[in-house]
């Protein structure tokens, strides 16, 4: 397609050290393409415009402050304002490497798709906890590689911190929803009952960084698990037993090590399931101590999500109540 011109799309909330990053690894880019990036300032009291001004003379970037009504909002805000007809949305703790728009580009030229995603990765420059948090939330043995893999995986759902949207498609399913998280698969669902197609783009990632801490790892996959549910309710047909896989997974241990005095039969099942993890972790990282947290990070992205999950689930799909009334800290005022 080569009409394709591409704008992409950043909320930013009180991180302009991010932006900082993310627009210098913009600067390393290969290939000539013309593309735009949009800034939109989510309401923050620790502004991005300056960093955004130093990089004016030498990126085609521009700056928009607005009053915080949540990340999903404020990319329909961007877009709305953008001038090229395929968006491309990032989040703003993400850093390009040099391939990725000749990756998309290349992709899109000979098998278009209306809205596609890419995955993440993890930077060399990244901390041990960022390695872990990444392997437990990419890995095929923990998500069975919904985030992305290496393989091009039609009607895949893209994750906001990387996902390309037409304007097209933008403009007919409205954009974003109030929900957060969980505003882009909510999204993708949309477009998937609209009649669009998706792609995964595996060659277009992006290194997540992840500005994170265990307890904040903890809240992030909480809130997903307590999202699935409200998503199930919403797009019936999105319903899979993939998603009480942590829920289930933490029962059973808590099940194991309530009956190690009588067996070890269940808990033997665990061990070889984390030898398998620390294994493949060890691989990907070279790291033995990456490769111990990573166990951890596992447990912890299990039993979060695991919880949200049950918790959500007893409240909405079996009381049937109100998800806004229920989870107001999951939705952002309209």
Not at 45 to 54: E, H, L
Not at 206 to 220: C, E, G, L, M, P
Not at 241 to 263: D, E, I, K, N, R
Not at 265 to 276: A, D, E, Q, R, T
């Amino acid at each position: 397609m080569t009409d394709l011109l591409v704008s992409f799309i950043i909320p930013v909330y009180n991180r302009p050290e991010e932006i900082k990053e993310l627009l210098s690894s913009f600067l390393t880019l290969e290939g000539n393409y013309n593309y735009e990036i949009v800034i939109v300032e989510d309401g923050s009291k620790i502004t991005s415009k300056d960093v955004v001004d130093s990089f004016s003379e030498n990126l085609n970037v521009s700056y928009y402050f607005k009053e915080n009504t949540g990340p999903g909002s404020s990319r329909n805000f961007g877009m709305h304002r953008a001038k090229g007809n395929y968006f491309i949305i990032l989040d703003s703790d993400v850093i390009m490497p040099t391939h990725y728009l000749k990756a998309v580009y290349s992709f899109l030229d000979t098998t278009y798709y209306d809205y596609f995603g890419g995955p993440d990765a993890a930077h060399n420059s990244f901390t041990s906890l960022q390695k872990a948090i990444n392997f437990s939330m990419t890995s095929f043995i923990t998500t069975g590689g919904i985030r992305g893999g290496k393989n091009q995986i039609e009607n895949f759902q893209p994750r906001s911190f990387n996902m390309g949207l037409s304007k097209e498609a933008f403009l007919e399913s409205g954009g974003f929803g109030r929900i957060h998280p969980g505003e882009d698969p909510d999204l993708s669902l949309r477009l998937n009952a609209l009649g669009y197609k998706s792609a995964l783009i595996s060659s277009a990632f992006v290194y997540h960084k992840r500005r994170i801490s265990w307890s904040k790892f903890y809240n992030q996959v909480y809130k997903f698990g307590m999202v699935r549910p409200i998503l199930n309710t919403w797009h019936p047909r999105s319903k899979s037993l993939v998603y009480w896989f942590p829920t289930l997974f933490s029962l059973g241990l808590l099940v194991a090590f309530m009956s190690t005095f009588f067996t070890s039969l269940i808990m033997l099942f665990y061990g070889v399931y984390f030898l398998i993890a620390f294994v493949l972790a060890l691989v990907s990282t070279k790291s033995f101590s990456i490769a111990f947290q990573s166990i951890f990070a596992i447990l912890v992205q299990f039993v979060g999500y695991g919880y949200g999950f049950l918790k959500s689930t007893w409240n909405i799909g079996i009381l049937h109540k109100d998800p806004e009334q229920t989870f107001p800290k999951l939705f952002f005022k309209k």
